[in-house]
């Protein structure tokens, strides 16, 4: 019998952070998009394998974590993630990132060296000054403005529409009470992450790395090859027909893909 999926709240500093949890055994943090919440990984962390203690946080900001005040960056979320693993008495773990996450798992590993045992980057651009231009003047994905007529909820559908699985409208559904959750945060994030010193922190990363990337996700696929010059120590991956909702799209493969990575001798 899989574990049960637990759900809890655990008090730092600036406040408290909630999180979803699975399993037993050496901890593996999972570390959602913009501007989803744990919620994103509920199928994945009763697949992963007994031997691990899969912990989803809600970054803070998102889902039901504390606000803070001032500009969300890559580095105010990374904090966030250590001052959790503190409270839970978490010294050292694998962390996994998707999109957004994956952007603060890469802040925490070239900050954290010591607490990072292997990393999973999954949905990875490459975001350097060049790509941090072109971003500039880019209309920001997810950005809306409630109306009493309702129709931002179809703005915010119909925005991550073409880049998600087709028949699956109850991906959508998840998506909109997390952006709606996250209010002008969901916008905030995807600036934090286009302003973010990307090409100065892969380098930096020592420990075991995967690169889990979904072959139809238009913000990862094209840059495997400058990511692959960057990091040493690195593996590839890539799930046919994966998108940006790769984690609810394929639970099973995603799963079964990070169970590999971590149960090998690096």
Request: with cysteine; net charge negative.
């Amino acid at each position: 019998m899989k574990p049960k999926l637990t759900r809890g709240l655990v008090d730092t500093p600036d406040g408290q952070i909630h999180f979803r949890s699975c399993g037993t055994g050496r901890p593996v943090l999972l570390l959602h998009q913009t501007p989803r919440s744990s919620d994103e990984f509920s199928e994945v962390l009763p697949l992963i394998d007994e031997k691990f203690w899969a912990i989803a946080m809600d970054s803070i900001g998102f889902g039901d974590s504390y606000r803070f005040g001032g500009k969300i960056t890559i580095e105010r979320l990374a904090t966030g993630v250590i001052e959790f693993t503190s409270a839970l008495k978490i010294e050292s773990f694998s962390l996994v990132g998707h999109h957004t996450g994956m952007v603060v798992a890469i802040e925490v590993a070239a900050s954290n060296p010591d607490k990072v045992e292997k990393l999973v980057l999954s949905g990875c651009p490459y975001i350097d000054e060049a790509e941090r231009i072109k971003r500039k003047d880019r209309k920001v994905v997810d950005a809306y403005e409630s109306r009493m007529d309702g129709l931002h909820l179809l703005e915010l559908w119909n925005g991550r529409l073409p880049f998600y699985p087709q028949n699956r409208p109850d991906i959508l559904d998840r998506f909109i009470i997390d952006a709606l959750k996250a209010g002008r945060n969901a916008v905030e994030g995807h600036l934090a992450v286009s302003r973010y010193r990307m090409e100065e922190k892969l380098p930096r990363i020592t420990c075991p790395t995967l690169l889990l990337v979904g072959t139809a996700d238009p913000f990862a696929h094209p840059y495997v090859d400058k990511i692959k010059n960057q990091i040493r120590n690195l593996e590839v991956m890539e799930i046919k027909e994966g998108t940006v909702a790769l984690v609810e799209q394929m639970p099973e493969a995603f799963a079964e893909t990070i169970i590999s990575f971590l149960s090998k001798s690096h």
